[in-house]
């Protein structure tokens, strides 16, 4: 067993697909730890120690705006590692092993107090359970292995209390189905993590990013860099402009396989015509919360992909090869298209086209490494990455530069200041006065 330490970050969403907040979950040590019992408790403390130094040192970057699900033993809870975090981003998980001991349990009814929120994973109404009811906000419930008579009588007697029921482990449609005829509060599992309440249509681009590449394109002096960059952190967007570089009117003799060359092959003029187009055929038609969810997923692959191949070994392909495989995972939930039908229509690698149709060569191992990492499956993380030759010692602080950047960049994406509305409103003038042809 690898001696790798892994911390991942998993959605948890309500019925209408809204992001309740995420679980934290961590490996390493031979400790899991993501609401389970430790499968070595002799090592509890060891792990407890890499946890606390981790946290103490990202806790800025794990933490961002948002409520955070995370399971703390006894050991941790004695650390009082539960005040590294604010109390409002915060959900302090508890299992059996916490239950039966005493003093942790002190512990409990005082962090309840002093404002934190408590969630129990593995709930049971059990004497044990019920001397804490008062302190307990969340009950986490395993869809997967619990009849569905004791979910339904738990759930709801929950619900008479006023506590809300997350289902966990739902990893596939019958139990997602389950989870919305008993009315949970909230979900989690891998099928939840991929699922939309409906595919967008092929304009679907994010709003305020497609804003800032409308006021860059139409500066005096448009900066290509700024522009790449735009474009590349939005896969429709990519996409697009990669279809329309490699379309017959431009009568390539060489396809165009990044976001730099196609911008070259377009042409500033021809940009700013198509920017235009958008804007007008989309002006009515913004984007839902679920599809900039995809779009912030395929970015996070995208860079997590990107970094990857900084350490892989013999892979047939670039880093920017890479990076549009990541951005591309996720364009058959943004448009309603199967991903065979979509990347027939753009010029790529064969290996990528493989790796995300069929996961199959080097190329379907470093994405799947991606996807396994964002499902917490830590025993193909191990193998993966083994077999690709990258260190897996480096996958977590990789992993967490990565969404670090993504929330970084996401921040600048999603908040407008009232100069850059004065900006859109300029170029949107502008745009409205560019000919035709030019």
């Known amino acids: 067993m690898s001696s790798s330490k892994y911390i991942v970050r998993q959605p948890i969403k309500d019925p209408e697909n809204h992001i309740l907040g995420y679980e934290i979950q961590y490996y390493g ?54 005040r590294l975090f604010d109390k409002g981003e915060l959900v302090i998980q508890i299992d059996d092993s916490v239950i039966i001991h005493p003093l942790a349990m002190h512990m409990i009814n005082q962090y309840a107090k002093e404002g934190y929120q408590i969630a129990v994973n593995e709930f049971q109404f059990a004497p044990r359970y019920l001397a804490i009811m008062d302190s307990i906000d969340y009950i986490k419930l395993n869809f997967r292995d619990t009849p569905e008579t004791t979910l339904k009588n738990i759930i ?33 599992g891998t099928f939840v993590a991929e699922k939309m309440t409906a595919k967008t249509h092929n304009s679907g681009y994010m709003q305020s990013n497609f804003f800032r590449l409308m006021v860059a394109v139409l500066r005096d002096e448009p900066d290509v860099e700024e522009i790449e960059q735009i474009i590349s952190v939005d896969a429709t967007l990519a996409y697009g402009l990669l279809k329309i570089a490699n379309s017959r009117y431009f009568s390539l003799r060489s396809k165009v396989t990044t976001v730099r060359q196609a911008i ?30 995809f779009l912030r997923l395929s970015f996070m692959r995208a860079n997590f992909c990107s970094s990857l191949m900084n350490y892989a070994k013999d892979l047939p392909i670039t880093k920017p090869e890479a990076y549009l495989m990541g951005m591309f995972s996720t364009l058959n939930y943004l448009i309603d298209a199967s ?81 850059q509305e004065e900006a859109g409103e300029k170029a949107e003038e502008k745009a409205s006065e560019t000919p035709s042809e030019e």
């Open 339 to 419: 991903l065979e039908e979509i990347l027939g229509q753009i010029p790529m690698r064969d290996e990528v086209k493989e790796a995300l149709l069929h996961h199959t060569g080097r190329c379907g191992m470093l994405y799947d490494l991606a996807l396994s990492y964002e499902r917490a499956d830590w025993e193909q993380i191990d193998s993966l990455a083994e077999q690709l030759g990258i260190p897996t010692n480096l996958l977590t602080s990789l992993y967490f530069s990565c969404m670090e950047e993504v929330n970084r960049i996401w921040s600048e994406l999603t908040q407008q200041t009232p100069g």
């Open 156 to 188: 709801e007697i929950a619900h008479s209390m006023n506590k809300k029921c997350i289902a966990v482990n739902i990893d596939r449609e019958e139990l997602y189905q389950r989870a919305i005829k008993l009315k949970v509060d909230a979900m989690e």
């Open 264 to 293: 070259m092959t377009v042409g500033l003029n021809e940009l700013k015509q198509w920017v235009y187009l958008l804007s007008a055929s989309n002006a009515e038609n913004p984007m839902d919360e679920g599809a900039e969810e």
């Open 29 to 82: 040590e031979n400790y899991a730890f993501s609401g389970g019992d430790p499968q070595s408790r002799g090592n509890e403390f060891a792990a407890a120690d890499t946890i606390y130094n981790f946290l103490t040192l990202n806790t800025d970057k794990l933490l961002r705006g948002s409520l955070n699900f995370m399971t703390f033993t006894t050991t941790l809870l004695m650390k009082k590692t539960p």
